[in-house]
């Protein structure tokens, strides 16, 4: 699976979008880039994948660059409940193999 | 309803015990995992189970043993417990065609 690199960390007001980005020029053809996020003291929770085109669920977007070596993972309205820490993960997509979490970004939403 | 639920939240226990913790899936999902989260944050797989089939076993100890008495349930088992075994360690489930991994809340392990 490809690697993957985030910011440490990143701050955000309340209300305004949160653009978490994330590199990953080692992606392969087959490969999706997932994004999950951990909130204090909680297991992972899934946000949203994509393999080249953009996404957008309830949770959030996903813009994917036209070459695939990066993304960003867009929060539109972020509230406190949002400071979490927020892993982009890269891997085949369909596959039964496991999740490789790297050190991801720590956003914390400010009022 | 509890997607995923691990038990019991907290274990604190001594060296060189044996210990168990539950998770059940309620989701009919095909696939089970063991996560461990150490004190640097850092969460890595140990094992995955599909329909009873041990598939996935990232250079775990074999002290940790993962058994599965139904296809809702993935126990894991740890003998001799040392201290470095102090952390969080999650449960997830996923289906059989896996975009996305259901977690349990954790169960946070301290080995005194």
């Known amino acids: 699976d490809a690697k993957t690199t985030q910011p440490p960390s990143m701050d955000c007001a309340e209300g305004r979008a949160a653009n978490l980005p994330c590199n990953h020029s080692?992606?392969?053809?087959?490969?999706?880039v997932y994004w999950y996020r951990q909130i204090h003291s909680q297991g992972p929770q899934y946000i949203i994948h994509g393999l080249k085109n953009n996404e957008t669920n309830e949770m959030a977007s996903l813009i994917i660059t036209e070459d695939r070596k990066s993304s960003t993972l867009i929060l539109p309205h972020a509230t406190l409940r949002d400071t979490a820490v927020y892993y982009c993960?890269?891997?085949?997509?369909?596959?039964?193999?496991?999740?490789?979490f790297g050190k991801g970004t720590k956003l914390s939403v400010k009022p | 309803d509890t997607a995923v639920s691990q038990t019991p939240k907290y274990l604190v226990t001594q060296m060189g015990n044996d210990k168990s913790i539950k998770c059940e899936q309620n989701?009919?999902?095909?696939?089970m995992y063991w996560y461990k989260q150490d004190s640097k944050k850092f969460l890595k797989i140990m094992f995955s189970y599909n329909n009873k089939e041990l598939i996935i076993n990232e250079t775990v100890p074999n002290r940790f043993s993962p058994k599965s008495p139904d296809k809702a349930h993935l126990n894991l088992h740890i003998n001799s417990l040392e201290l470095g075994d102090s952390a969080v360690y999650f449960c997830a489930s996923s289906p059989h065609s896996p975009n996305e991994q259901f977690f349990g809340p954790g169960t946070r392990l301290t080995v005194l």
């Open positions: 080692t992606i392969s053809g087959n490969e999706y």
């Open positions: 989701l009919g999902h095909d696939t």
């Open positions: 993960i890269v891997r085949a997509g369909g596959s039964q193999g496991n999740l490789i």
